[in-house]
Nanobody, 118 residues
Framework: QVQLVESGGGLVQAGGSLRLSCVAS????????MGWYRQAPGKQRELVAGITSGGITWNADSVKGRFTISRDNAKNTTYLQMNSLKADDTAVYYC????????????WGQGTQVTVSS
């Protein structure tokens, strides 16, 4: 089992920045890919960013140039740096982990609310 604990959400003005953190514990050796999802009421869940254990990253078109995902494997922590925030970024953000060989995200954090005021 893997447990994910998120922090860093809050209220920020448009144009501001936040950094989300996700600390993993449990069977950490089994984790391959880490990702960040977000979901707002009435909207489909969206993959925001992902990163492999080797550091390869990808981002949704809606956040390219503004959000950066990173990992500190020594600290078992994944980050999402969010800059130039927009009102449309308002959502609950979830950290997710994909075990090696599974091909999908199987573990999820509790979610942290990000609210961007305009």
């Amino acid at each position: 089992q893997v447990q994910l604990v998120e922090s860093g959400g809050g209220l920020v003005q448009a144009g501001g920045s936040l950094r989300l953190s996700c600390v993993a514990s449990g069977s950490i050796f089994s984790i391959d890919v880490m990702g960040w999802y977000r979901q707002a009421p009435g909207k489909q869940r969206e993959l925001v960013a992902g990163i492999t254990s080797g550091g390869i990253t990808w981002n949704a078109d809606s956040v390219k140039g503004r959000f950066t995902i990173s990992r500190d494997n020594a600290k078992n922590t994944t980050y999402l740096q969010m800059n130039s925030l927009k009102a449309d970024d308002t959502a609950v953000y979830y950290c997710a982990a994909a075990p090696r060989g599974l091909g999908r995200y199987a573990y999820w954090g509790q979610g942290t609310q990000v609210t961007v005021s305009s």
